[in-house]
Structures are given as structure tokens and as C-alpha cells.
């Protein structure tokens, strides 16, 4: 199963080839929705910023696949145990 750093690693863009953030994430959307065939997963953030899909704060990519999703559940669950 596909997860966001295998499909970002496909993109020869980087962030700072785009005008903006909002277009850098709505190009990575595209690129997850390509490669999976399903709709990418919206990153959400605490208070301080970090994403709680992928654990990082400010180089989140905005957008996750539902494996990324997943495994973030799983290991959410792992710690709550």
C-alpha cells in the first residue's frame, strides 16, 4: 500500500517550486489521489501546529492516504494501551 513519502517521492517538485503553500498541497492531493485511486485524507493539527497523521510540524505535506490514516489510528491506539 501506497503512503504520502512513497508518492512525494515520485514528485520532482518541491515545495518551493510553487507560487504558495495552498498550491504545493493541492498538487500532493492530486498526486495521492493519482497513484491510490481514492480520495487523499486531510491533515488535521493539534494546538501546536503537528499534524496528527504524520507527527510532523511544518513539513506536512497537508494531505495523507488512508494508509497513513490508518497507521496513525494504530499507533494512536498502541500509546492509549
Known amino acids: 500500500m501506497l503512503r504520502t513519502r512513497d508518492i512525494l517521492s515520485y514528485m520532482d517538485d ?9 498550491a504545493y498541497e493541492t498538487a500532493v492531493r492530486k498526486k495521492i489521489e493519482t497513484f491510490t485511486g481514492s480520495a487523499a485524507v486531510k491533515a488535521w493539527r493539534n494546538k501546536g501546529g503537528t499534524c496528527q497523521v504524520c507527527g510532523e510540524n511544518g513539513r506536512c505535506s497537508g494531505w495523507h492516504t488512508w494508509q497513513d490514516l490508518a497507521d496513525a489510528v494504530d499507533n494512536w491506539r498502541k500509546r492509549k494501551d
Request: glycine share 0%; aromatic share 12%; hydrophobic share 10%.
Open 14 to 22: 518541491l515545495p518551493k517550486k510553487y507560487k504558495s503553500r495552498r
